[in-house]
């Protein structure tokens, strides 16, 4: 099978480019990738010698370039993970959020009918919303973004279905809970607050530190898909997660027993605006494809930190490359302001 992953050099896509490399070595895998600040070749560092691999460097939105990659490859199945994927940074400049990930996902969808090829689609359990304390989110749960990142998860969600639904066209999405594990760009919470910790810095706990989110190993969304890529029915969406959440507390307590640091790098900062308070799925469409998580939440955590301890080579030049720019608009007034 000839498979177009977009986003491939993201860290997603690259732990899934990694596996499925490994588990599917027949395949021929190309990644369609911009190269944005959190896309990196060296993710996959150690496989571009492989002949199974190729790189192609575009922008999903453009579609000369989309249609005629699909053309030459004789691609049977795109995999888009490609996305502007930081809450954060979708409060700090969303419109790029619309760019890629409403359009973007659109145009993938077009080539897709055009050339009759299966797309499956990458989506989030932002897409949901925030969830009450007694709900776990099922598939067929309406979708109530609240932020403009989660908002344009759900309406590239809306189209993927949409096309299927008036094309008839072969799709299947996955809707991933937060993920943790090698090579994540150090904004999001879990390899920031490990590298910090590292550094001897404060972590930045948003407001109360009481949000709830269900932490799963990268590793387990990559055999998730891969079920659903072999198993699930077309035109079905499935929950990828552990189906257990824990607050952003008890992950920072595991970041820092981890690597051995006391509790006092602990600050509370101003919250982020309409933080969601809890995300939490329902995964029994899943298990029911033969599907089992191999790590549990903490455990999940805890290998990520060890990973980022290991990996300093990885994520040092990031921290003090481009990074640093973000982290001062971000942090800077944060740190120096409201402490918890
Ligand atoms: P990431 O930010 O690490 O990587 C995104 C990748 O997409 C990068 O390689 C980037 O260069 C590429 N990209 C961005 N814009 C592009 C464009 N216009 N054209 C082509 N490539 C482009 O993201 P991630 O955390 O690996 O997330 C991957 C997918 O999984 C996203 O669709 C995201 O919404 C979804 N997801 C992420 C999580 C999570 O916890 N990280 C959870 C659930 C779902
Ligand atoms: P993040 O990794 O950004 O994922 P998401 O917001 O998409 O769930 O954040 C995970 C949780 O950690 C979320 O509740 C926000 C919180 N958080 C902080 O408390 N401080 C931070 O500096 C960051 C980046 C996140």
């Known amino acids: 099978m000839n498979l177009l992953v977009t986003g491939g050099c993201g860290f997603i896509g690259s732990n899934f480019v990694r596996y499925w490399l490994e588990h599917h070595p027949e395949d021929q895998v190309l990644v369609y990738d911009k190269l944005t600040y959190a896309g990196r070749r060296e993710n996959l560092a150690d496989l571009w010698e492989d002949p199974q691999l190729s790189l192609v460097v575009g922008d999903i939105g453009d579609q000369a370039l989309v249609r005629q990659t699909c053309l030459?490859?004789?691609?049977?199945?795109?995999?888009?993970?490609?996305?502007?994927?930081?809450?954060?940074?979708?409060?700090?400049?969303?419109?790029?959020?619309?760019?890629?990930?409403?359009?973007?996902?659109?145009?993938?969808?077009?080539?897709?009918?055009?050339?009759?090829?299966?797309?499956?689609?990458?989506?989030?359990?932002?897409?949901y919303g925030h969830i009450r304390d007694d709900h776990q989110s099922v598939e067929t749960d309406e979708l109530a973004p609240r932020s403009p990142y989660a908002a344009s998860k759900a309406a590239a969600d809306q189209l993927v279905q949409a096309y299927a639904i008036t094309y008839g066209i072969p799709v299947t999405i996955t809707r991933g809970a937060n993920n943790v594990g090698p090579y994540q760009y150090p904004e999001k919470a879990v390899p920031l607050f490990s590298t910090n910790a590292i550094l001897g810095e404060p972590l930045p706990v948003y407001g109360d530190g009481q949000q709830m989110r269900d932490y799963a190993h990268v590793y387990d969304h990559c055999t998730g898909i891969e079920a659903v890529l072999l198993r699930g029915e077309i035109g079905q969406v499935y929950n990828v997660g552990t189906g257990r959440e824990m607050t952003n507390l008890e992950m920072v307590d595991i970041v820092l027993q981890t690597l051995g640091k006391e509790q006092s790098l602990i600050r509370h900062v101003l919250d982020r605006p309409g933080h969601d308070r809890r995300y939490s799925m329902n995964v029994d469409k899943l298990r029911a494809l033969g599907w089992e998580p191999r790590y549990e939440p903490r455990?999940?955590?805890?290998?990520?930190?060890?990973?980022?301890?290991?990996?300093?080579?990885?994520?040092?030049?990031?921290?003090?490359?481009?990074?640093?720019?973000?982290?001062?608009?971000?942090?800077?007034?944060?740190?120096?302001?409201?402490?918890?």
Do not use: M
Request: no cysteine; glycine share 6%.
């Open 72 to 127: 030459t490859q004789a691609t049977d199945l795109i995999v888009n993970f490609a996305a502007e994927t930081h809450v954060d940074q979708s409060i700090l400049g969303p419109l790029v959020f619309t760019d890629t990930n409403i359009r973007g996902t659109h145009v993938l969808l077009e080539v897709a009918r055009e050339l009759g090829i299966r797309l499956h689609h990458i989506s989030t359990d932002e897409v």
């Open 299 to 340: 455990q999940a955590v805890a290998e990520a930190v060890r990973w980022y301890q290991d990996n300093q080579d990885w994520w040092a030049p990031i921290r003090s490359g481009e990074f640093r720019d973000y982290y001062e608009k971000q942090y800077a007034e944060r740190l120096a302001g409201l402490q918890g």
